[in-house]
């Protein structure tokens, strides 16, 4: 045979996996297979693959004899709508994906290769974990892998799809990475599977129930986007990106944009006159985006807060804001951690900020006091201050107590703090203040209850506003609702060269 051919031969044994029988086995999950994955990815032929033709090392259990070029894994580079991308795509079909040394060995490669020429590094993972034969040489290059995705966070972003099973220490890669997005009914993440935990904790749990898709994007908080079939997962992975810039020294894509009237009357209507009652603050964020331009994360999770990408005047934003209609829009653990990662993935990639706040304060109990409200709530606080992208708040309505310190107010560093007519910025709510400052006035009265109608009313008129927190300048200016849009927009113009720096230290310790 010619060495042409050779040549030829070697790649079409590639391009075979783990032959016609897996690969049907595989669609008859609902599964693509791992090049098909990469073809729905990449911009149409822009993948190049590399290590195509590594093959494992093992010469165990007949090991020796059963070899498939590429070992079950794809990695390379390609494009995504322009722009360079470098990817791994584990092939279920030969060896179940699973794990080798020279398998490890491809991923660190391309995450190298990402680290140095500043581009993001998405994964999408099915695998049966480590591979059984090779023992520890494939615990190692697992490590040599979870070495490599801390080293690239915050210098490149990182995107982990799971698309099948992911388990044992596997599931640590993805959950170092930014983000994780998950198919229903096709994937799962565990630490330890449904027979060991049987075992241990005599627990009857499926796989799906104890890390699927749902379980993780609704229970765990694990899994940032989950995603009906594999192509909604990746069209969301190009939709992702391209909010992003390429690294850590680069900033977001700018979409073209055209100034038209950015008014919406809409939004002086959408605080009720009750202050109690809900609204749906995705309809302010809808209003204030651009069209059509926000992407909710974690969306079915601690739903006390939306965070989430979109873009004001076509250039990427951040957006965290309370939910009212959830909760009241409570601060609790879990709103407080989901929010303080999403703040630092931010931070880490110059997207700015906007915070919007209609927040009663953190949710009592001893459930959360237990399980440390203090640390966790103190993780948003942390991540807001430390944040020197520009960050512009808005208060829609209240801002109480702590709350109104850790929603990104101007002490804790925001650049532009506007606040709508209905806001109320207190200490506590006006029916608890009244209750303790005129506490001896109410017993003593022939009519203790109206007396209390009475002190509340005049709490509300004096604190339930703006204007005292606007005259002291922590306000910078209380706005219509229908002209916060062109505020920001000309706000985040004004902020788009801000240059601010964290003291020089090794890192710091935010509580973890
Ligand atoms: C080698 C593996 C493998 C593995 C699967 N295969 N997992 N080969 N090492 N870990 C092979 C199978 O032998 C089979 O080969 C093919 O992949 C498909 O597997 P099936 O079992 O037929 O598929 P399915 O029924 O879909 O089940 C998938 C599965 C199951 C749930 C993933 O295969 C499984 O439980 N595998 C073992 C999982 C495991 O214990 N991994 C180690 C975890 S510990 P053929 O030739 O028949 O196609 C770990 C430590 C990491 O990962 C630590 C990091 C710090």
Redesign the pocket.
Known sequence: MDKITILKEKKQQALAG?GEE?VD?QHK?GKLTARERLHLLLDEGSFEEIGMLVTHRSRDFGMEK?TYFGDGVITGYGTINGRLVYVYSQD?????????ETHAEKIVKVMELAMQNGAPVVGLSD????????GVV??GG??DI?YRNVQASGVIPQISAIL??C????V?SPAITDFILMTENTSYMFVT?PNVVKTVTHEKVT?EELGGAHTHGTKSGVTHFTCANEVECITNIKRLLSYMPQNCEDDAPVYAYEATDESRPALDNVIPANPNQPYDIKDVINELADHNSFLEVQKDYAESIVVGFARIGGRSIGVVANQPAYLAGVLDINSSRKSARFVRFCDAFNIPLLVLVDVPGFLPGTDQEWNGIIIHGAKLLYALSEATVPKITVIARKAYGGAYDVMNSKHIGADLNFAWPTAEIAVIGAKGAAEIIFKKEIAESADPEAKLKEKEAEYIEKFANPYIAASRGYIDEVILPSETRTKLIKGFRMLENKVAKMPKRKHGNIPL
Do not use: M
Request: aromatic share 14%; net charge positive; hydrophobic share 30%.
């Open positions: 783990g897996r086995t999950k059963e279920f079909t030969v060896f179940g994906g699973s794990l080798s695998s049966g974990g480590a591979r059984i034969q090779e494939s615990l697992y490590a979870f099948g099973p388990a044992g220490g596997a640590y599977g796989s």
